[in-house]
C-alpha cells in the first residue's frame, strides 16, 4: 500500500506538472488569459492534492516542479516545510482561478462533470491549514466554504427513494442521489462513476468500495442477492466493536437501519426460512452477516456478480466541512463556536434535537471530533490519513481497538506509525543519491 500511494500520487505530480509548465510557457496561443490561469488553476488543485497526500503519509517528500522527460536517480527528500509551502501556494491559486460550482460545464442531462471548482480548493486548503497547524488560516477557509451560500446541508428526503423506506441521511447516498444535480446539496466535490457498457473509460479499475464495506450475506443459505441489501458484497472490511456498540448515541439517524444494517432476514422464496431473521451464530458473523454502512450499495441487474462499481465517490461535502471548522475553532480554543457547528450536524442527525443530541462547550476535545467524524463520516473518510494528519492514529486505534474479537489490532506500538515508511524500491533504484527512510523503518 505504501509503495502504490506513493507511485500514483508522482505520476498525478508529473501530469499535472506537463499542465502546468505548457499553460505557463510562451508558445501558448488560441486561449485567454483567463482560460490559461483556470487550466493552470485545476493542475495546480490536482498537484496540491497529491502532495498534501504524500506529505500526510510520509512527511518530507522530494519536491519536483518540472515534468520529468525520462529517468532520473538522484531524488532527495525536501523539508517538509518547503512541500506545505507549495500545496499552499498551489491551493491559493486553485482557490482564485478556479470556477464557481455552478459555472463548471455541465452535460445535457444536468449532471456536473466531476471538474475542479474554487470550493474543492478551499476545503482542502483548510484541512492542509489544520495539518500544519494553522488553524485561524483554515477556520477563514472553510467558514468562507459554508457562508458562500452554495451548499446546503441535506435537512428533507429528496431523490430517486424519496418515497421509499430511507432517511434523509441515507439519501445523500443512493445511486442517482449523490451528485449536485440530483439533489445533494452538500456536495463539494464528487467523483463521478459510469457504467463501462455504455460509457468508454466510465470508472477506473473496477473500484471495490460496494464489496469491500458490504457484507457476503449472499453465501448464507436461504439469502440471495437483493438491491436492498447492496448487491454482492465481500466483508473485507468490518465496523469494530467500538463503531457498533460504543460509538453512537440513542436516537442518532446516522445509527439508524438504513445507514449501518445490522439486521438480516433470510430472502430466497424457495427457504423454509423465507422471511425470518438470520441468526448471528459462528463465523458468518465476521464475513457473511456483520454489521455494515449502507453508503456503497449498489445493485447492477446486468453485472450481479458484481466486479465492477459504478457508483459515484463522494470526496468533500458540507458535512465534513463543519466538522474541520469545528476542529480549527477548538485549537483556537474557540469552544462555543465549536460546538455550534457541530451541533448543525446534530440538529440533523437527531429527531428530537436539542432533547437529544445536542453538544455542549465541555464536550468539545480533539477526541470528542473525531468521534464524530467517525460518527458523520464512516466509510467515506480516509481514516488512517485523518489520524496520521491529527498524529492520533496510535493511541486511538490501540485504546478503541482492545477489545475486537476478530482481527484484533497488533504491532501499532510506536509513533514512528504517523508515518509510512518509504518504499524500498524506491530508495534502491535512487542510485545517484540518498533517499532517506523515515526512521524507525
Not at 443459505?221 to 441489501?229: C, I, K, N, Q, T
Not at 427457504?271 to 449502507?294: C, L, Q, R
Amino acid at each position: 500500500a505504501a509503495a502504490r500511494m506513493w507511485n500514483r500520487c508522482y505520476i498525478m505530480i508529473n501530469l499535472t506538472n506537463i499542465i502546468i509548465n505548457s499553460i505557463e510557457g510562451t508558445d501558448v496561443t488560441g486561449l485567454s488569459q483567463e482560460e490559461k490561469n483556470a487550466i493552470n488553476a485545476e493542475a495546480r488543485f490536482f498537484r496540491a492534492f497529491a502532495y498534501n497526500t504524500l506529505a500526510t503519509l510520509y512527511g518530507a517528500v522530494p519536491l519536483i516542479t518540472e515534468a520529468l522527460s525520462g529517468p532520473k536517480t538522484d531524488f532527495v527528500r525536501a523539508p517538509l516545510d518547503q512541500v506545505n509551502a507549495l500545496i499552499i501556494e498551489d491551493l491559493l491559486y486553485a482557490s482564485q482561478n478556479l470556477p464557481h460550482i455552478d459555472e463548471v460545464k455541465s452535460n445535457t442531462a444536468g449532471r456536473m462533470f466531476a471538474r475542479a471548482n474554487k470550493f474543492m480548493a478551499m476545503h482542502l486548503l483548510g484541512e492542509v491549514y489544520l495539518r500544519t497547524d494553522q488553524p485561524v488560516q483554515a477556520e477563514e477557509q472553510l467558514s468562507a466554504v459554508i457562508n458562500s451560500g452554495a451548499f446546503q446541508l441535506v435537512k428533507a428526503r429528496y431523490g430517486v427513494k424519496a418515497n421509499q423506506k430511507g432517511d434523509l441521511f441515507s439519501d445523500m447516498f443512493v445511486y442517482g442521489n449523490q451528485r449536485r444535480g440530483q439533489g445533494n446539496t452538500e456536495a463539494i466535490w464528487v467523483m463521478e462513476q459510469e457504467n463501462p457498457a455504455t460509457v468508454v473509460g466510465g470508472i477506473t479499475d473496477n473500484p471495490q468500495q460496494r464489496r469491500v464495506w458490504g457484507a457476503a450475506y449472499h453465501n448464507v443459505p436461504g439469502m440471495v442477492l437483493a438491491d436492498s441489501l447492496g448487491g454482492r458484497a465481500l466483508g473485507r472490511l468490518r465496523l469494530s466493536n467500538w463503531v457498533l456498540y460504543g460509538l453512537y448515541q440513542s436516537g442518532d439517524m446516522r445509527n439508524s437501519e438504513n445507514n449501518i444494517r445490522r439486521r438480516y432476514y433470510y430472502n430466497n422464496p424457495t427457504s423454509p426460512n423465507f422471511g425470518k431473521p438470520v441468526p448471528y451464530t459462528g463465523a458468518d458473523t465476521a464475513f457473511n452477516i456483520t454489521p455494515h454502512t449502507t453508503k456503497w450499495y449498489q445493485f447492477d441487474p446486468n453485472d450481479t456478480f458484481g466486479y465492477a462499481m459504478i457508483k459515484d465517490f463522494i470526496l468533500m461535502r458540507l458535512g465534513e466541512t463543519y466538522l474541520l471548522l469545528a476542529e480549527a475553532q477548538f485549537k483556537q480554543g474557540k469552544l462555543q463556536e465549536a460546538a455550534d457547528n457541530i451541533n448543525k450536524l446534530r440538529e440533523r442527525a437527531y429527531p428530537n434535537y436539542p432533547q437529544e443530541g445536542q453538544v455542549l462547550t465541555s464536550d468539545i476535545t480533539l477526541d470528542f471530533i473525531l468521534d464524530e467524524r467517525a460518527r458523520e463520516l464512516i466509510g467515506e473518510e480516509n481514516r488512517r490519513m485523518t489520524l496520521m494528519r491529527t498524529k492520533t492514529l496510535v493511541e486511538r486505534a490501540n485504546r478503541l481497538n482492545a477489545n475486537n474479537a476478530v482481527n484484533p489490532i497488533t504491532g501499532l506500538t510506536n509513533q514512528h506509525f504517523l508515518l509510512l515508511p518509504i518504499p524500498l524500491r524506491e530508495i534502491q533504484l535512487n542510485k545517484d543519491a540518498v533517499l532517506e527512510q523515515n526512521p524507525g523503518y
